[in-house]
T-cell receptor
Framework: GIQVEQSPPDLILQEGANSTLRCNFS?????LQWFHQNPWGQLINLFY???GTKQNGRLSATTVATERYSLLYISSSQTTDSGVYFC??????????????FGEGTQLTVNP | DGGITQSPKYLFRKEGQNVTLSCEQN?????MYWYRQDPGQGLRLIYY???????QKGDIAEGYSVSREKKESFPLTVTSAQKNPTAFYLC??????????????FGQGTRLTVV
């Protein structure tokens, strides 16, 4: 099945810093999503971005489907941005196209 | 409000008992999923369903069972055959878009502890 790799696994920032999280995937995708898992475990939808670029406040994301990667940018980070960021993809094909496959996540810590 | 509701939020089970986790959605989504998350790990797919009365095994289905009798409901039973059931369980749903899937949304999760 499709493989999803996220980097870096851990990231520590000072409040106000910018960061870039990367998601590489091994095959063509029909769907790509970025999630933020808060300290209570809930997954918050950030972006649904199979291709192109989107922005939402201090966050933006770019997916280059032909090169099989996506980037999540966080600008002017705040302590509330801390948590785990997951990339998840839906592949092409009968099996991988029917399920969301997750990467292992990036643990972000923003210090005051 | 539209969304996905998981219950209970916390569940304690004695060894050897079966327990059922509830997942209900009112988003009119066709597809529903169950994932398991262990501490410090990513999400692993247990079962998924694209349509009522049909479901498929994910990557770690052993020791689990599901049913999909109604579009809005996808309960997960953790059986006594599951060797390490203590984990965080997340339910999700999405629309189907042509050959693929639309945006997926998650419930708040159920923390299961075996005592």
């Amino acid at each position: 099945g499709i493989q999803v790799e996220q980097s870096p696994p851990d990231l520590i920032l000072q409040e106000g810093a910018n960061s870039t999280l990367r998601c590489n995937f091994s095959d063509s995708v029909n769907n790509l999503q970025w999630f933020h898992q808060n300290p209570w475990g809930q997954l918050i939808n950030l972006f649904y971005i199979p291709s192109g670029t989107k922005q939402n406040g201090r966050l933006s994301a770019t997916t280059v489907a032909t090169e099989r990667y996506s980037l999540l940018y966080i600008s002017s980070s705040q302590t509330t941005d801390s948590g785990v960021y997951f990339c998840a993809v839906v592949g092409v094909g009968e099996t991988s196209g029917s399920r969301l496959t997750f990467g292992e996540g990036t643990q972000l810590t923003v210090n005051p | 409000d539209g969304g996905i509701t998981q219950s209970p939020k916390y569940l304690f089970r004695k060894e050897g008992q079966n327990v059922t986790l509830s997942c209900e959605q009112n988003l009119n989504h066709d597809a529903m999923y169950w994932y398991r998350q262990d501490p410090g790990q990513g999400l692993r797919l247990i079962y998924y369903s694209q349509i009522v009365n049909d479901f498929q095994k994910g990557d770690i289905a052993e020791g689990y069972s599901v049913s999909r009798e109604k579009k809005e409901s996808f309960p997960l039973t953790v059986t006594s055959a599951q060797k390490n059931p203590t984990a965080f369980y997340l339910c999700a749903s999405s629309t189907r878009l042509g050959p693929g899937l639309g945006e997926a949304f998650f419930g708040q999760g159920t923390r299961l502890t075996v005592v």
